[in-house]
């Protein structure tokens, strides 16, 4: 009853290849995030989708395209890998809206290191 | 920008003994999140506290937010060696869709 899937768990690729991380979430939730989170483990919000929408894109390279299929799933395709795309990525959902707290539920991450 | 900023960066207690973390933040909020992760694991949410409230418990957790100070803090009483992780305070403001402006984490270790 995993309530935020990601995979893969870890991914080690070379420079310039393309990859994709997948997320479902089983919550019913109408909002999904991708958060990065560097060596010192600050965590940057990248995109925000509600009901399959882009909503937040804070300013990411365009080498980064998010996909939503449908509300409960929210992929991430990362052309051209760089050294510095190595990081963790959190997929996350809430269900946002007036009087919602909006506490977030996130995925156990991807683990991504660029050779 | 980092919307939070923790303190200490990092906390190295007893069993038994309190924990107590605080966050500073920079703009105007609509709610403040503490959330934790263990090692090589995803963030798990603690607790919410809104602007217009002051403290709020959750278990061994004890929360307080000061808006006029924009910091929060969080105590967690009688620590277990369970409770060695890395905390976040996270900030969300009323436009922002749900969007959290995350501080760099406070990382507690519990010795038995």
């Known amino acids: 009853d995993t309530a935020v899937s990601q995979t893969p768990k870890y991914l080690v690729t070379q420079m310039g290849n393309d990859k994709s991380i997948k997320c479902e979430q089983n919550?019913?939730?109408?909002?999904m995030y991708w958060y990065k989170q560097d060596s010192k483990k600050f965590l940057k919000i990248m995109f925000s989708?509600?009901?399959?929408?882009?909503?937040i894109n804070e300013t990411v390279p365009n080498r980064f395209s998010p996909k939503s299929p449908d509300k409960a799933h929210l992929n991430l395709h990362i052309n051209s890998l760089e050294l510095g795309d190595s990081a963790v990525y959190f997929c996350?959902?809430?269900?946002?809206?007036?009087?919602?707290?909006?506490?977030?539920?996130f995925g156990p991450g991807t683990r991504l290191t660029v050779l | 920008s980092q919307q939070g900023e923790e303190d200490p960066q990092a906390l190295s207690i007893q069993e038994g003994e309190n924990a107590t973390m605080n966050c500073s933040y920079k703009?105007?909020?609509?709610?403040l999140q503490w959330y934790r992760q263990n090692s090589g694991r995803g963030l798990v949410h603690l607790i919410l506290?809104?602007?217009?409230?002051r403290e709020k418990h959750s278990g061994r957790l004890r929360v307080t937010l000061d808006t006029s100070k924009k910091s929060s803090s969080l105590l967690i009483t009688a620590s277990r060696a369970a409770d060695t992780a890395s905390y976040f305070c996270?900030?969300?403001?009323?436009?922002?869709?749900?969007?959290?402006?995350f501080g760099a984490g406070t990382q507690v270790v519990v010795t038995p």
């Open positions: 506290i809104r602007s217009n409230e």
């Open positions: 989708y509600n009901n399959k929408e882009l909503i």
């Open positions: 703009t105007s909020i609509n709610n």
């Open positions: 996350a959902s809430s269900q946002v809206g007036a009087g919602v707290g909006n506490e977030q539920f």
């Open positions: 996270a900030t969300s403001t009323t436009d922002s869709w749900g969007k959290l402006q």
């Open positions: 919550l019913g939730h109408d909002t």
